[in-house]
């Protein structure tokens, strides 16, 4: 065993006094939260408080009693730019490019499409980030395939040194869903643009959970999802954000009535909006779209920064107390040490970690597994304690013991 007694004292010296002196702990209680050590919000976020009762407003009054009246006097119309602008401070965006709705796959599709046909002529190659989540790959090889242009997969690193000349977009995850690793933002949108090509960045794993800066990056188009670390909830909608000075010029390739300069003209010919309801489909998804406002009330009065240093807290003493509490050489982290590439989740590689992950869930700690060998573990600073990290390390080094 190799829990070393004083080791163990102070690691959970350590926890109590960090969160002590936590400035986000009381965020926390705008959450409805159990026992549970909840290691799974970079997958689905955990319940804000004021979701059940905005809803249930929602439901009776705006939809049971004012019915049609509530597209107007609810705002429901104007609610996917209202949401976006909601999101918008937490990506580093300034308001008007931000637009809540549709899924991330389908936000994929619009931005990369948009992106093609912004490019130029003699720009025929979409980049695609290597160890993608699945969903942006499939979704760019048929963009791809429908603008004519060949698909090439290089890895997120490799990305600022391989958009060239041919490039009309690079579409790259900001943080990888498995290792946790985060990717050079600034770097590569810069690379990309001294190309002359554009990149759509996929922030489902890092809104919410570090500061982004999309404009200060001059990010072309971005997407993401917001039932990760934006705690929306299952099949929440997403969002898509477009720099003010390309608006103009995006094209979409889902030109549905609510992108209408004037949808109830119901005119024959398509004339886009402006601004950030370009970017809408077809009607929106009203109530998860008003669940997700309310979700986005925990945000108030906090600043991504310190969100992030929160996370770097957490993830650090998680990585440490692993290596405190798990016997040496059953695991090992693919997140990177260094906090420049790190994320808010760490990834260990484990021998049989699909069945370690159901022992984990059974004695109440919580976090996910990906095929192979991935044992997952997901920081979110807005309601995890250091408390929590210290127990979740603790079960699986005791999982892991039985295991041996
Ligand atoms: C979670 C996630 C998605 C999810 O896409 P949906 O359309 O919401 O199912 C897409 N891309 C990345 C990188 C993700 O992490």
Redesign the pocket.
Known sequence: MSESLPESAMLTERAERLDAADELAKVRDRFELDDAVYLDGNSLGALPSAVAPRLQDVIAREWGSLRIRSWDESGWWTAPERVGDRIAPLIGAAPGQVVAGD????NVFKAVVAAVRMAGAGRDEVLVDAA??P??GYIAESAARMTGCRIRAVAASDMAAEAGPRTAVALV?HVD?RTGRLHDLPGVTAAAHAAGALVVW?L??SAGALPVGLDEHGVDLAIG?TY?YLNGGPGAP?YLYVRRELQPRFDSPLPGWNSHRDPFAMEAAYRPAQGSARGRVGTPEILSLLALDAALDVWDGVGIEAVRAKSLALTDLFLECVAAYVPAGLVESTTPAAHEHRGSQVALRCAGAEEVMRALIARGVVGDFRPPDILRFGFTPLYTRYADVLRAARTLGSVLEGNT
């Open positions: 899924s991330t796959s389908v993608t989540f969903t942006d995850n869903y996929d489902c794993h999802c990760k997403a």
